[in-house]
């Protein structure tokens, strides 16, 4: 963004700033046109910027991301590297649900080949697996989970629960059971 022309960076903070909101009330699905009648730009200038909508969200949760990130690298020097694995598993699971959309960013991605090196996934699935391997070699998680299961996981309680009256509690009901399958001796 060095590069651009400082009307042309005004409008990226801004549309970022105003997709932002949006997607905090609407989740991943909302609307483009509305993103850009509220910044006050035409919707070709939000896709000049942000050309389709996964690349909108992945700059509305990149900082999430690195946060989420910086606190697996944190976490990786626990002693109970399962607590830690699971903490931070918990932890994606409440920012997936606080910050509506970053389910669906994730969901994109984990098993699919078009990300690119800054996207979501990729920067989550390398935090994550960290934890995960140094729990594997501890014999605290089977060996044969990989990050993209645990990602698909939390995705998916992140998505089944998000509209439940409350998503918070259905959501840490379904990980508590989750997790109660994943141990060393595969229950």
């Not at 389709?52 to 969200?57: I, P, Q």
């Not at 700059?59 to 931070?88: N, P």
């Not at 992140?158 to 508590?176: C, Y």
């Amino acid at each position: 963004m060095t590069g651009r022309r400082s009307d042309a960076r005004r409008n990226h903070t801004h549309i970022l700033a105003v997709a932002e909101a949006e997607v905090a009330a609407q989740g991943a699905q909302a609307s483009l046109e509305r993103i850009a009648r509220i910044a006050g730009v035409g919707s070709a200038t939000v896709r000049r910027h942000f050309p389709t909508r996964k690349a909108l969200l992945e700059a509305v949760f990149k900082q999430r991301v690195h946060d989420l990130c910086d606190r697996a690298h944190t976490l990786s020097g626990e002693h109970d590297s399962r607590s830690a694995l699971v903490q931070w598993l918990r932890e994606l699971l409440a920012y997936s649900l606080a910050a509506r959309g970053l389910a669906d960013v994730l969901s994109y991605e984990p098993l699919g080949k078009e990300a690119t090196p800054d996207s979501c996934a990729p920067a989550i699935g390398a935090a994550g697996a960290v934890l995960l391997r140094k729990a594997i070699d501890d014999r605290t998680v089977r060996p044969d989970i990989t990050i993209d299961d645990l990602l698909v996981l939390i995705v998916g309680i992140a998505l089944a629960t998000e509209n439940h009256a409350d998503p918070a509690t259905q959501a840490d009901r379904a990980f508590r059971l989750a997790v109660a399958g994943f141990g060393a001796d595969g229950t």
